[in-house]
């Protein structure tokens, strides 16, 4: 019988291909460079075809080794899914679990739902990143984080999820902009400020705005909210805020204040996310409800 690759191989491979150079996936492997590369060696002669190409710069992978990458990913996924499997068949949330949470949703939540969830299930190893939406799904698709706290309608692919509440976009400007008559559907108004790509609340304030993306371009994009908030102040145009926002104090010390706007009604809905048909669903339902909890929402 021919020898077959082992799991930490095919992880180590997609290690080599997420960081792109021999150095930085053995330090992030947890190995020494010529270990992880006699590693990715032996694959290759196990498998009896070349993966990457080698330069001294530069890594690039063959199409054969593109994909082996796919069907790795797979296969590691698939053992840690029966891993976890195993791990819940006799309590739940025990373990590490690995959650990312959104930057217009992670500053003005986590603080109330960390010790809530150390409470309420002390055996569990929480890891938590903040990530944008477009980098959050793609790291929940090929199984490098376990479940998102994000805000939906956004495009997940094949998810289930538990909503956690109802957060409403507010329309601020800064006191003394006054000139603002009807300028939410304009799509000539170019003083409405986004969020760069990437980021769900961009896709719900255009929503809102009955605007489409192709109308979306600005001369001022805001990585975060705290720089929109920024850019408002500075009277260079109007924005729409989460309200957990608001509540937090991000205008605390600012010139900028909502304003009414009776034709805006406006809503995101936070909810935690994970992979359709993971493991672990009932682990993340309980999760989602402590949560849900701790942050005082209603589904």
Not at 30 to 58: D, G, N, P, W, Y
Not at 94 to 102: E, H, K, T
Not at 149 to 175: F, H, Q, T, Y
Not at 257 to 275: D, F, G, K, S, Y
């Amino acid at each position: 019988m021919k020898p077959l690759p082992s799991l930490r191989q095919l992880s180590y491979l997609l290690s080599l291909h997420e960081h792109g150079h021999f150095g930085r996936a053995a330090v992030a492997s947890f190995i020494s460079q010529s270990a992880f590369s006699a590693s990715i060696a032996e694959l290759e002669r196990v498998l009896e075809t070349s993966l990457v190409e080698r330069s001294k710069r530069h890594v690039r992978f063959t199409p054969i080794g593109e994909e082996i990458v796919v069907r790795a990913r797979q296969m590691v996924r698939a053992a840690e899914d029966l891993h976890v499997a195993a791990q819940r068949s006799y309590e739940p949330l025990v373990g590490s679990l690995r959650l990312a949470a959104i930057p217009t949703v992670a500053p003005f939540l986590l603080s109330s739902i960390l010790p809530a969830i150390a409470r309420d299930w002390p055996r569990l190893q929480l890891y938590v990143r903040e990530m944008v939406t477009s980098v959050a799904r793609e790291a929940m698709e090929r199984g490098a984080i376990d479940c998102v706290l994000l805000a939906l309608p956004v495009e997940c692919g094949e998810v289930e999820s538990i909503n956690i509440s109802v957060d409403r976009l507010i329309l601020v400007a800064a006191k003394g902009q006054d000139e603002m008559a009807s300028p939410l559907c304009d799509p000539d108004d170019d003083r409405l400020l986004l969020l760069e790509n990437g980021h769900c609340l961009k896709e719900h304030a255009l929503a809102a705005c009955n605007r489409a993306a192709s109308e979306a371009e600005s001369r001022l994009v805001a990585s975060t909210l705290h720089t929109l908030v920024q850019l408002v102040d500075a009277g260079l145009g109007y924005t729409l805020l989460p309200q957990m926002a608001i509540d937090a104090g991000i205008l605390g010390g600012t010139r900028v204040e909502p304003r009414p706007a009776p034709a805006l009604n406006a809503e995101r809905q936070i909810a935690l996310v994970w992979r359709s048909g993971h493991p672990r669903t009932s682990d993340f339902r309980l999760l989602g409800e402590t949560i849900r909890q701790a942050a005082g929402g209603s589904a």
